[in-house]
């Protein structure tokens, strides 16, 4: 499937009491992009470390390139604390400020986003001036631009998060995102109209809102769909979300049925809570191999 697929923002470190691991959601998204088949790039920013040169060499293991990662001198590359004492609730200590903090716009990035297909960002790099800046001048140039809400307090502000859905076609949020979001408008208790005042708010073609052990539910071409959870024995949900969207993305794209791309994307997040860390091996075998499996009441 040759889709030009451009993820923007943060790559990191994840800090675990196990050691640390890597991460960030764009990354993150790519990399598992990557392991369904798809030929994503990453637009980021390291520093000239040896945690940098670390990042940089697991990219590429993972098959990826990285002639758009800048390299920078004046900041070191990021490192998130991330506390997994809930399995199903993970906290952040992101530090600021760091590399991907000072995302430079080029040529280079510019001519990229202007052949992508699509372009995917989250909130948490638009917390600093200079990327944010890069950012918004990349969507303006976008075609399908795919927002992953991802918020992690205290890195957002309502204006700055009102003008990222203003630009986006496709959002995908959870469901505790949805609330916040919703509240700031009417806040019905009804999730799928909560969805729709957004959807039709910020005109967005499609909505994507995930729920955790309970599935998902996405809004896309007036319809809704929903996919019920599958139940796995979860060693922590790093990279869940960010494996459900690079699975739902794919499907999308090459126009699988709305339903059966949303099911396939709840089974990839599913594979990848069994494992520890945000990018483990993601095999199709093991997500239809999970989907295969009967559902038990």
């Given at each position: 499937?040759?889709?030009?697929?451009?993820?923007?923002?943060?790559?990191?470190?994840?800090?675990?009491?196990?050691?640390?691991?890597?991460?960030?959601?764009?990354?993150?998204?790519?990399?598992?992009?990557?392991?369904?088949?798809?030929?994503?790039?990453?637009?980021?920013?390291?520093?000239?470390?040896?945690?940098?040169?670390?990042?940089?060499?697991?990219?590429?293991?993972?098959?990826?390139?990285?002639?758009?990662?800048?390299?920078?001198?004046?900041?070191?590359?990021?490192?998130?604390?991330?506390?997994?004492?809930?399995?199903?609730?993970?906290?952040?200590?992101?530090?600021?400020?760091?590399?991907?903090?000072?995302?430079?716009?080029?040529?280079?990035?510019?001519?990229?986003?202007?052949?992508?297909?699509?372009?995917?960002?989250?909130?948490?790099?638009?917390?600093?001036?200079?990327?944010?800046?890069?950012?918004?001048?990349?969507?303006?140039?976008?075609?399908?631009?795919?927002?992953?809400?991802?918020?992690?307090?205290?890195?957002?502000?309502?204006?700055?998060?009102?003008?990222?859905?203003?630009?986006?076609?496709?959002?995908?949020?959870?469901?505790?995102?949805?609330?916040?979001?919703?509240?700031?408008?009417?806040?019905?208790?009804?999730?799928?109209?909560?969805?729709?005042?957004?959807?039709?708010?910020?005109?967005l073609q499609t909505l994507c809102v995930?729920?955790?052990?309970?599935?998902?539910?996405?809004?896309?071409?007036?319809?809704?769909?929903?996919?019920?959870?599958?139940?796995?024995?979860?060693?922590?949900?790093?990279?869940?979300?960010?494996?459900?969207?690079?699975?739902?993305?794919?499907?999308?794209?090459?126009?699988?049925?709305?339903?059966?791309?949303?099911?396939?994307?709840?089974?990839?997040?599913?594979?990848?809570?069994?494992?520890?860390?945000?990018?483990p091996p993601l095999r199709e075998h093991?997500?239809?191999?999970?989907?295969?499996?009967?559902?038990?009441?």
């Amino acid at each position: 499937m040759d889709h030009s697929i451009i993820c923007f923002g943060e790559m990191l470190w994840d800090v675990l009491p196990t050691g640390k691991q890597p991460g960030g959601a764009p990354m993150n998204v790519a990399v598992h992009l990557r392991n369904l088949g798809l030929q994503p790039r990453i637009v980021s920013r390291v520093g000239d470390d040896q945690l940098g040169q670390e990042l940089l060499a697991f990219v590429e293991t993972q098959g990826l390139s990285t002639d758009l990662i800048q390299r920078g001198h004046s900041h070191l590359t990021g490192v998130v604390k991330a506390n997994v004492g809930d399995r199903n609730e993970v906290v952040y200590k992101i530090v600021q400020p760091v590399a991907w903090d000072y995302i430079q716009y080029d040529e280079a990035t510019e001519a990229a986003v202007d052949q992508a297909d699509v372009f995917v960002y989250g909130s948490l790099a638009a917390r600093s001036p200079t990327t944010a800046d890069t950012l918004f001048r990349l969507l303006e140039r976008a075609p399908l631009r795919v927002f992953d809400v991802n918020l992690r307090a205290p890195h957002y502000d309502q204006p700055t998060l009102e003008r990222l859905l203003a630009t986006a076609d496709l959002v995908k949020l959870n469901h505790h995102e949805l609330d916040l979001l919703a509240g700031w408008y009417e806040a019905p208790e009804d999730l799928e109209m909560a969805m729709l005042n957004l959807a039709r708010r910020y005109a967005l073609q499609t909505l994507c809102v995930t729920c955790g052990e309970q599935g998902a539910v996405l809004y896309t071409g007036g319809e809704f769909f929903r996919s019920p959870g599958f139940p796995v024995e979860v060693k922590d949900t790093i990279g869940s979300g960010d494996s459900f969207l690079a699975a739902l993305l794919r499907g999308l794209l090459q126009h699988d049925a709305p339903a059966e791309a949303l099911r396939f994307a709840c089974a990839a997040g599913a594979v990848v809570a069994t494992h520890q860390g945000a990018t483990p091996p993601l095999r199709e075998h093991d997500i239809r191999a999970l989907m295969a499996q009967p559902v038990t009441l």
